[in-house]
């Protein structure tokens, strides 16, 4: 099965410990590696269109800790996968998901595979989100949800016109099907479900913003 989601790859050089981007790469996903954390976020100021993020701490003889931290405060919405030696406990971090060498590439590819996007059919991808209107699911880095399928209508609308302003009682009008629009207090209750299903910290959304006295904006 092959891969065409690019990944940030965080890689040292050191013998002792396995080096993983040929063996990604042998996986058919698209890699782009460097050999620190402050090259990953140079490289994330630049283009900021990786899926995941896979941090070889070992490699570099860290716990990864800062490295992971300093990757969520660039990027929210951005999966991390952190690769431990076995001298290093695994800890609470920043990362989605934690593997303590010794494992096997394949189990890596697992782990990457379970926080990218799922594809299926009637899918809408824009950005860094993808949602399978036939099956109701959201995927966002991170992050996946099953929605209402008033839910569905909401942010397929959104998506559709990403980067544009949507007049509140345009969508409210659209999605609920109405002409009745004097009162649309029930679609912010609904952006504040859909901004759980997206959004790394829905209270400080960085992708529905409000845009006060007129209505909402998907930023992808």
């Given at each position: ?49 990786f ?16 490295i ?41 590819t ?5 926080l ?12 860094s989100?993808?949602l ?12 996946k ?26 969508l ?7 002409d ?29 913003k ?11």
């Amino acid at each position: 099965m092959k891969n065409t989601a690019k990944l940030l790859v965080i890689e040292g050089k050191h013998a002792e410990y396995p080096a993983f981007v040929p063996a990604l790469r042998k996986k058919g996903f698209e890699i782009e590696s460097v050999s620190s954390g402050s090259e990953a976020l140079k490289l994330l100021g630049q283009k900021n269109t990786f899926e995941v993020a896979v941090v070889n701490a070992a490699s570099l003889r860290t716990s990864g800790k800062r490295i992971c931290q300093a990757l969520r405060e660039e990027a929210k919405n951005l999966p991390i996968v952190l690769i431990l030696a076995p001298q290093h406990e695994a800890t609470k971090s920043d990362a989605d998901v934690i593997l303590t060498l010794p494992f096997t590439v394949q189990k890596l590819t697992n782990r990457i595979r379970h926080l990218l996007p799922c594809d299926g059919k009637a899918i809408l991808h824009v950005g860094s989100i993808r949602l399978d209107v036939e099956n109701r699911l959201v995927r966002a880095p991170g992050k996946k949800a099953r929605l209402t399928p008033r839910l569905v209508r909401l942010l397929k609308i959104l998506m559709e016109h990403n980067g544009e302003v949507v007049n509140r009682k345009e969508l409210f009008s659209q999605v609920w099907e109405t002409d009745y629009t004097d009162d649309t207090r029930t679609l912010d209750v609904h952006i504040s479900w859909l901004r759980e299903a997206i959004e790394a910290d829905p209270k400080r959304p960085t992708l529905l913003k409000t845009v006060r006295g007129v209505g909402y904006r998907l930023d992808l």
